[in-house]
């Protein structure tokens, strides 16, 4: 099969590109050659160029590796930017893959069990919002076949997913909980979660591929273990062999010094979420999340201390952990 990867070497994408290699598939990718951090893996072609750039160019690369099994899209986020892919690719592929986001279902949720039948609706986040109108531009349009994938919270090696933590820079809580610094829970911790660790999803989303009995439908792909933030937070703290200092704090409160955090938190991760992968699994049979959270975290810390220069901090989320503390005590 001729897969092409639009990005490719993000923490959910490149994991996506070795399954496709380890399942021998024709693998290429679209990006502007420009990531330090991951290199494709050997017989990979990578396509050099913007997809945000000059079209006509960019297109007759595409057109000279065409056609395409499956053309997966990792780096749309608009309508906008939708409509002018879909103009790049017509005629290119016979499956178009759409990523879109398990934020998009409906927050608060009014059951916690969440199924791709869940109503699709986020007041609280403009990026959900704008991955919702994506799906919706897909399912007017009817010249090309595609399929609509929903990742939840999805790390590897280099990230750490923890609420109100920085994603370019995961090592921010962790240097927090080795120097006896104060690190916030939002709420009380209870609330339900899934972290998914890469390799896994891109198991699920691989058999995906290449197939027309998927055309139309939407997917997430998520671990089946579910552990609150609470559990999230202490595990970490427990694979550091440190005794934290946790502080819970109503997500009201956080907002109130930071409003842009309300995509992050009643807009996704404060809500109990539990996401059911049967449907999933009836297309996938043998589709099996192996890396519980425990092994995960072990596996990224063990990268990160592979190279200190790998541990580096964001000053602007420290500060803010700091704000938001020293008023709640007050």
């Not at 990578?46 to 750039?53: A, C, F, P, S």
């Not at 027309?212 to 062999?241: K, M, P, R």
Request: with cysteine.
């Amino acid at each position: 099969m001729r897969v092409l990867y639009i990005g490719g070497t993000g923490i959910i994408s490149s994991a996506c590109v070795e399954e496709s290699v380890r399942q021998e598939h024709e693998v290429f990718l679209l990006n502007r050659g420009s990531s330090k951090r991951y290199l494709p893996p050997p017989g990979v072609t990578v396509i050099t160029g913007d997809v945000r750039g000059e079209q006509a160019s960019l297109r007759a690369a595409l057109v000279a590796h065409a056609p395409f099994d499956a053309i997966a899209d990792f780096i749309t986020f608009t309508p906008e930017d939708l409509e002018a892919r879909l103009a790049l690719l017509d005629g290119l592929t016979e499956q178009f893959v759409f990523i879109s986001s398990a934020s998009c279902y409906q927050k608060p949720p009014k059951c916690y069990l969440i199924t791709e039948e869940t109503p699709l609706e986020n007041p609280h986040w403009q990026y959900s919002r704008d991955k919702i109108a994506c799906e919706q531009l897909l399912e007017r349009q009817s010249k090309q076949a595609y399929t609509v994938v929903r990742p939840s919270l999805t790390y590897g090696h280099a990230n750490l997913p923890l609420v109100l933590n920085s994603w370019a820079h995961p090592w921010t809580v962790v240097e927090r909980m080795l120097a006896g610094k104060p690190v916030i829970i939002p709420g009380d911790g209870t609330s339900l979660w899934t972290n998914t660790w890469n390799g896994d999803f891109a198991k699920g989303f691989v058999g995906l591929l290449g197939r027309s009995e998927v055309y139309g439908e939407a997917f997430h792909i998520t671990s089946d273990e579910v552990l609150c933030w609470n559990q999230l937070f202490q595990t970490v703290a427990d694979a550091l062999g440190v005794a934290p200092d946790f502080v819970h704090i109503p997500s009201d409160f956080c907002m109130s010094l930071y409003p842009d955090w309300e995509g992050t938190l009643i807009g996704d991760k404060v809500n109990s979420v539990v996401l059911d992968n049967s449907k999933l699994k009836r297309f996938v049979p043998r589709y099996k999340a192996e890396v519980v959270w425990a092994e995960g975290v072990r596996r990224s810390l063990e990268w990160f201390k592979a190279d200190p220069t790998r541990q580096t901090t964001d000053p602007e989320v420290n500060a803010r952990q700091d704000a938001v503390i020293a008023a709640f005590r007050r």
